[in-house]
T-cell receptor
Framework: GEDVEQSLFLSVREGDSSVINCTYT??????LYWYKQEPGAGLQLLTYIFSNMDMKQDQRLTVLLNKKDKHLSLRIADTQTGDSAIYFCAESLLWGGSARQLTFGSGTQLTVLP | KAGVTQTPRYLIKTRGQQVTLSCSPI?????VSWYQQTPGQGLQFLFE???????NKGNFPGRFSGRQFSNSRSEMNVSTLELGDSALYLC????????????FGPGTRLLVL
């Protein structure tokens, strides 16, 4: 079955890079996502990567995928206080050409210290 | 385009009551999924609707049900509310065909007393 795991907490200094890690178990074709949740809010899609890719870069965000180890990471360059939030890794199985349910990790609370 | 909207944003109910939550997807999106978020269980998938049909269902009791209308708007209903149903209920929309990403609404926070 599907299982997604993340570390619970990460603290970094403003201006440093943050790296949030995630492991997943399903080896089928899949999309992997990073969502951000601020207090009292819904989930904001940050970026995603398909399982046949190794890396994706989008402005300050870099996603790295190690398929052999089923390891996904999100790097945030030049982390700002506004980046403080909970970050969720999620996996979606591809069924019949359409992404279906998302399986989420427990979320990583990122705290950016001034 | 307007994002995913959910109503109401906050709701307080008592045990045994029922509740209906509403979700309007992004214009043109035909798939709507529902998720429950609690501190103890995290984010869990409830069900997904596409073209008024339930395509996929999570592991929740039959008290949780949903439907989708011809304009792709969706409702979910919880009957005989229990204290443990207190949660943030999130709706997500996607175009519905071809492995697209899901975009989430702000959620409805339900408190059961």
């Amino acid at each position: 079955g599907e299982d997604v795991e993340q570390s619970l907490f990460l603290s970094v200094r403003e201006g440093d890079s943050s790296v949030i890690n995630c492991t997943y178990t399903d080896s089928s074709s899949t999309y992997l996502y990073w969502y951000k949740q601020e207090p009292g809010a819904g989930l904001q899609l940050l970026t995603y990567i398909f399982s046949n890719m190794d890396m994706k870069q989008d402005q300050r965000l870099t996603v790295l995928l190690n398929k052999k180890d089923k390891h996904l990471s999100l790097r945030i360059a030049d982390t700002q206080t506004g980046d403080s939030a909970i970050y969720f890794c999620a996996e979606s199985l591809l069924w019949g050409g359409s992404a279906r349910q998302l399986t989420f990790g427990s979320g990583t609370q990122l705290t950016v210290l001034p | 385009k307007a994002g995913v909207t959910q109503t109401p944003r906050y709701l307080i109910k008592t045990r045994g009551q029922q509740v209906t939550l509403s979700c309007s997807p992004i214009s043109g999106h035909r798939s709507v999924s529902w998720y429950q978020q609690t501190p103890g269980q995290g984010l869990q998938f409830l069900f997904e609707y596409f073209s008024e049909t339930q395509r996929n269902k999570g592991n929740f009791p039959g008290r949780f049900s949903g439907r989708q209308f011809s304009n792709s708007r969706s409702e979910m209903n919880v009957s005989t509310l229990e204290l443990g149903d207190s949660a943030l209920y999130l709706c997500a929309s996607s175009p519905g065909q071809g492995g697209e990403t899901q975009y989430f609404g702000p959620g409805t926070r339900l408190l059961v007393l």
